[in-house]
């Protein structure tokens, strides 16, 4: 049973979940390719091959947890070999009810790789403690829940494993309650498949060529290679796209080819795209493709693209968009305060991270439609632009949401939606994209690097009195929503405090450098460690603490946003506030930081809630709505609240998400999912319960119940004339406090927020510990580094994300006070959860060492170094981290 080279390919014998098998590889292949593509096994996910540093891969080889996209497919050669599938129907059932009482997964990608390293480690070690479980899951990311959930789990399998009862699992679906994650059995188990998981009778892969050069204009295109490439069936460029190649969310920008003559925008420009009956063979053929540039000098500078002579990148000009809000007088407001302090903040780029790649898969239909699946944030603007593209009506391209494995804002803009769209329609077959892990860092949005100059003063007691900022923002090449993100900043500048004097400029600035677009948070977190770090500095020179200072400039209903908005009710910052005084005041080294982050668009924008409910005749209830379910835990809220209004069990709702029901809302985006989903299925329900009377569910089998919510009354903030601006519809509001001990690592971070009203506990926890995660991240250790326009940072593990062992307890307090525009006065936290952090963090690492930090990450701090120690040993020997 060893492996044995015939005719170039290896003869592999060993034992698949319990059974012998045999197969003939290329001996490239890995152990991953093997399992996925030979045996059709989807519970071991892709997420950074060949990397081998995410661990969604990891399966059991003669006991031995290994990460199979690193190993080659020879090194099964006589063993055995178990994945999810081949674990026991007993073991499967432990970790299914563990991950789902415990709430361990959310996007669940990342989940059957952490149950089976975890399995590993309770096979050696029965009763594991939380840190040997954090270090034993160091090779294993997950970007949603901050590990606290996993590690619970994983004690709750081993508990199990030894006999003891697991906690029983709510099935009531009421709302408060902490109802189990929807479909959460089959996201910890691997079965719930994603994009790259599915595959259609006669599919075809995928494989893109990307552009060499950031700034290059493009000669010539030569895919005659490609195309004799054995196994290729099509090779699509520029002049292929029968519709429109130019598309974009908002800004009409962003060419899904490059054609000869143009210019390259940056390095994850698509110059040619390519369909074969392997996925190997697609991507040998996509390398073959040669092309001819005239290489040019990339601006790479927001500073020097603002410059009169700088080379012109958008036919627009290079400023993509300046947003502006003023009121009162500034000049004489900082003339005649006590205390102005004046600093230049500056903020990384900083890469999404989720665990799934891109993905689409496209199928044409018989009468020349197409069905695509996407795993975007808005299906139905997936549908416009590729039908645009495609030069097609609408009605002639269905889009079907396939749940995503993570987006964080990166999937609002398209991907690769269209491209596999183009192949299936040259083909007339199913045709799958799927980008590697170095192909997806290469290509998506980022977090803007922002830089922001403020001047701040205040009276003698520590009242704000007024704010000037500037910020300037590197959109990248393309504009995606950069103009909404640094008018998001330019709204949240002053962040949750009174201020009566406001001058703020924000600038959204063309470069070659990658694009930037949205990120949770949208802006709202750079300019909050700007402002909070200006708080921090004038309590000082006031000589009252953090705490006190932001007591005394807290908003409150009545008072004016920044950006003049009379906040109505719902303001529970001062109670976040209250919440952490003790934690506060009672540690020796901490800092503290307050937030707010707007739900929905507004700005003027119509904003709507869609949703409509189907019972059908076996009693069950089908739940339309229009939102990307990507581990935030929609699908599971909007289910709780049609059960909450049905008074039905979980178990009798199904949800789907598909343009086959118009429900157009837009991107799943601003923190807006639960409060304008919630409202439309409230009000879908209660036409169905108006309806239904006392008759069963079942008597009204196929009638479908519409719901609908609007908010029509935010105002544009290009008038400035209105005296009472509403910008958004809703807010929520945090204050953090993070706590380092002696030797100035993060003991531990304390978040009270105000979630309006907890529909689902368990689920509100996990946004808020894995956003302090990844907020903690983004302060200390993370950061996407380009140079010249090229990323260097190619890797997940080179992007300074902390593992378990280095995530600190997190303390979690819910304050509800209502919105009267949410669903039972809840409130969006999904964005929230890190805002603040940066400011906390950068206030605690002054109070150990007394450093004023401007700039993220703050990895010159012990915090960091403590949190990611590979970050110490790069430093001391003089490497990039």
Sequence with gaps: MEAQATDALVHLEFTLNGRSVAADVRPDTSLLELLRETFGITSVKDGCAPEGSCGACTVLLDGRAVVSCAQPAARAAGKSLVTQEGLGSAIRERWADSFVAAGASQCGFCSPGIVMKSEALLSRNPDPTRDEIARALAGNLCRCTGYVKVIDAVRLSAAARRGDPLPAIDTSGRVGSRSARYRGRELALGDKPYVNDMAPAGLLHGAVRFSDHPRARVLRIDVSKARAYPGVVAVATWRDVPGERTQGAITLDWRQFIAEGEETSYVGDILAAVAAETRHAAREAASLVEVEYEVLEPVTDPFEAMKPDAPVLQPGGNVLSVSRIKRGDVDPALASSPHVVTETFRTQFIEHAFLEPESSLAVPQEDGSVDVYSQGQGIWEDRRQIASFLGEPEDRVRVTLVSSGGAFGAKEDLNVQCHAALLARMTGRPARITLSRAESLRFHVKRHPITMEYSVGCDAEGHLTAVRARLVGDTGAYASVGAKVLERAAGHACSAYKVPNVDIEAYAVYTNNPPCGAMRGFGANQANFAIEGMVDRLAERVGIDGWEMRWRNALAEGDRFGTGQVLGPGVGLRQTLLAVRDAYKGARYAGIACAVKNSGVGNGMTEYGKAILRPEADGTVALFHSWTEMGQGVDTVLGQIACEELGIPPSCVTVQVNTRHELDTGQTTASRGTMLGGQAVIDAARKLRAELGDRPLASLAGREFYGEFKVD????????????????????????????????????????????????????????????????????????????????????????????????????????????????????????????????????????????????????SAAARAAVPRLARASAAGESA
């Excluded at 090229?790 to 280095?806: N, W």
Aim: aromatic share 6%.
């Design 713 to 860: 009354w935010t105002t544009s903030p290009d008038d400035l004339t209105i005296e009472n601006p509403v910008t958004h519809f809703a807010y929520a509001w945090a204050t953090q406090v993070v706590v380092l001990d002696d030797d100035g690592r993060i003991a531990k971070v304390v978040a009270a927020h105000d979630v309006g009203r907890a529909i689902n506990p368990t689920l509100l926890e996990g946004q808020i510990e894995g956003g302090v995660h990844m907020g903690l991240g983004h302060s200390l250790t993370e950061e996407f580094v380009v140079r010249d326009g090229v990323p260097v940072t190619t890797t997940l593990k080179s992007l300074g994300i902390i593992p378990p062992l280095g995530t600190p307890p997190v303390e979690v307090i819910f304050v509800e006070e209502p919105s009267p525009y949410g669903p039972y006065g809840a409130k969006g936290v999904g964005e929230v959860a890190l805002v603040p952090t940066a400011g906390a963090v950068a206030g605690a690492l002054y109070a150990f060492d007394g450093v004023r930090r401007t700039r993220l990450p703050m990895r010159d």
